[in-house]
C-alpha cells in the first residue's frame, strides 16, 4: 500500500503542469531562454545551408526525432542521415512560441513554415505547423534536443489508388 501511495505521489509531482506563458522561460534563466532560442536559430540558418551536420549537432547522442507518418528516428548519427535524405528546403522559418522548464529540463512549443523542392514534384511544396521540443542543458550551458516531433498542419494527402 505504501508503494502504491508513492507511485500516485511521483505520478502528481512529474505531472504537474509547467508555468504556462509564451516565451517567458518560468523557471528558466532569461539567458537559458536565450541559449534554447538560439538553437531553433541555428537548426534553422544549418537547415536552409543543407548543413545537416550541424543540424544533428543539436541533437544529444541517443535523442529521438519522431517525424510524421515514419518510424522514430533514434540516435544523432540516424537523425544525420535522415535529414540528408530530406526534400530541399528553400525557405523555412521556426517559431519558439513557448519556453518553459526547470533546472536542466526544458520544453518548447513552436511553429513552423518551410518551402520544399521534392525531386520529381511538379513545383515547390509550402507547408506549416507545429513542433514540440524536450531539451537539457548540458554541463557547458548548451540546450541540446532529447525528443523531437513535429507534424504538418495541412490535411493528409488522400491513399493512392
Not at 12 to 36: E, N
Not at 139 to 157: E, Q
Amino acid at each position: 500500500m505504501r508503494t502504491l501511495k508513492v507511485i500516485a505521489l511521483a505520478a502528481c509531482v512529474c505531472l504537474a503542469p509547467l508555468p504556462s506563458g509564451a516565451q517567458t522561460g518560468k523557471g528558466l534563466s532569461q539567458a537559458d531562454v536565450t541559449r534554447i532560442n538560439a538553437v531553433t536559430e541555428t537548426f534553422v540558418k544549418a537547415a536552409l545551408a543543407k548543413d545537416w551536420a550541424t543540424v544533428a549537432g543539436l541533437y544529444l547522442d541517443d535523442a529521438v526525432v519522431n517525424p510524421p507518418n515514419e518510424p522514430a528516428v533514434r540516435g544523432r548519427a540516424a537523425i544525420q542521415a535522415w535529414f540528408e535524405k530530406f526534400p530541399p528546403v528553400t525557405d523555412f522559418k521556426a517559431s519558439n512560441v513557448q519556453v518553459e522548464g526547470r533546472g536542466d529540463l526544458a520544453y518548447v512549443l513552436g511553429t513552423y513554415t518551410m518551402t520544399l523542392a521534392p525531386p520529381g514534384a511538379p513545383g515547390p511544396v509550402k507547408d506549416s505547423g507545429k513542433y514540440v521540443e524536450v531539451r537539457r542543458r548540458q554541463r557547458d550551458g548548451r540546450w541540446l534536443i532529447a525528443v523531437d516531433i513535429f507534424n504538418s498542419d495541412l490535411p493528409a494527402a488522400p491513399p493512392q489508388k
